[in-house]
């Protein structure tokens, strides 16, 4: 069994709030990211936090570590539970997440390999690996690995071990299926297949069902 995460990637206040009106008893979390954050500013948070619905940041946090604990800071004191970062830009980079996250109490994951073709240029392989194995040292809570290709989710599991949550994107628009996947991650992230559906709430409710 596995959770489902929406990712929010609408803009514009109106529109975020009657797609997680709609999904609210569907999803386990909200996944925010930068459209809808530049469309309506970082307080969107307090707004979605009324529906008592989880809310990770994705940030996919890439900077030294001075400024990764400052965003940090900025989104956990707005009300977000978790927080998504790379980890290529080395450990000491990584670790300012982590310990930013469990300084309030959230969760930090981090991207090990993305769903899209282009993270077979460097996201993938031994880079991925490295980039795992990094993450279960810094005492991350979980990894990003791609539902796009199960087979590269089911080595890096191997890798964090049980211990560690794997939340998969690529599920819907991107073409893989929950059951690609359902097995080896602890979570599922779908996004347009979701919020561009006519009925987001029915199309949320069956992405929810068939991870169950």
């Known amino acids: 069994m596995a959770d489902l995460l ?15 009106t709609a999904c609210t008893g569907e999803v386990d979390a909200i996944k925010i990211g930068y459209p809808l954050v530049l469309s309506t500013g970082l307080n969107i948070v307090k707004d979605l936090a009324k ?30 539970s978790g927080i998504i970062t790379h980890a290529f830009c080395g450990y000491d980079s990584l670790t300012a997440c982590v310990d930013a996250a469990h300084d309030h109490s959230g969760v930090c994951f981090v991207v090990c390999e993305m769903s899209h073709p282009g ?3 460097f996201l993938t392989g031994e880079n ?6 990094m993450a279960k040292t810094a005492g991350a809570d979980g990894i990003i690995t791609p539902a796009t290709r199960p087979k590269r989710t089911e ?13 998969s ?6 073409g893989a299926q929950p059951e690609d996947v359902k097995n080896y991650v602890d979570g599922i992230i779908v ?6 559906a006519i009925d987001p709430k029915t199309a949320a409710h069956e992405f929810h069902m068939r991870v169950r």
């Open 191 to 196: 996004g347009r297949a979701i919020y561009e």
């Open 119 to 121: 993270a077979l240029d």
């Open 51 to 80: 529906t008592d619905i989880p809310i990770i940041a994705d940030f996919k946090l890439a900077d030294i570590p001075n400024t990764n604990s400052l965003i940090c800071e900025e989104v956990f004191n707005v009300g977000c």
């Open 155 to 167: 080595v890096l599991r191997d890798i964090v071990g049980p211990s560690m949550k794997i939340y």
């Open 169 to 174: 994107p690529g599920i819907g628009a991107q």
């Open 6 to 20: 929406l990712a929010l990637d609408v803009k514009g206040r109106s529109e975020a709030i009657r797609v997680v």
């Open 128 to 133: 991925a690996e490295k980039m795992a194995e």
